[in-house]
């Protein structure tokens, strides 16, 4: 979250820990915001995703 001086003020931002495959699109991942996270994906919300495909 950030302290509001940027303009940002009370903007959710979280991580999803499981890795998605982007190859399933926008409407894919913004379904998994809406039903796996119970977040609305169009309320401004910023959501990281971990590609399935990464290596290490």
Partial sequence: MTD????????CETI???PVDFR???NALALIVQTELKLDPHS???VVFR????TG
């Fill in 4 to 11: 509001g001086r940027d303009g940002f003020a009370g903007r």
């Fill in 16 to 18: 999803e820990p499981r």
């Fill in 24 to 26: 399933c699109g926008h």
């Fill in 44 to 46: 401004g919300v910023t």
């Fill in 51 to 54: 590609s399935s495909m990464a």
